[in-house]
């Protein structure tokens, strides 16, 4: 049996993997960075006024535990128009699911091509959520 070039190659594994690897790495550093940036503003702002004799501006309290019904999703603040990036994504990829699967030479993917409808729709309803909702 012929090496299939296609997924299970070792490079392609290899290439998945540590792509992962460094997206996590990269978002990680991104957050780390912000973070410094933001305490070395709040230096600036301190040491401005303790040179112009003011009183210092007081600490935040960064070091405050969190409370413990607090999760991640309380944290997070989404923007407003997040149904229209998401519903945006899914809807193309509802497209080029849906092209892909018809345009393939394969019995099974011609009789599943209408999978790719699912995003499609869900898309779909995003962007009417957003205009039903949103505050005018």
Request: aromatic share 12%; charged share 20%.
């Amino acid at each position: 049996m012929p090496p299939n070039p296609g997924f299970a190659s070792p490079g392609f594994v290899l290439a998945w993997c540590f792509g992962w690897a460094l997206l996590i790495i990269l978002i990680w550093q991104l957050r780390l960075r912000r973070h410094d940036r933001k305490h070395e503003l709040i230096h600036k702002e301190r040491m401005a006024a303790m040179e112009k004799g003011m009183p210092a501006p007081e600490w935040p309290d960064y070091e405050t535990p969190r409370p413990a019904n607090d999760s991640l999703w309380t944290q997070i603040k989404l923007n407003p128009r997040w149904p229209l990036g998401v519903g945006a994504i899914l809807i193309m990829l509802g497209i080029g699911t849906t092209i892909a699967l018809r345009l393939s030479g394969e019995d099974y993917h011609q009789r599943v091509w209408s999978f790719g409808l699912i995003p499609i729709f869900f898309g779909v309803g995003l962007f009417l959520h957003y205009l039903l909702m949103r505050r005018d």
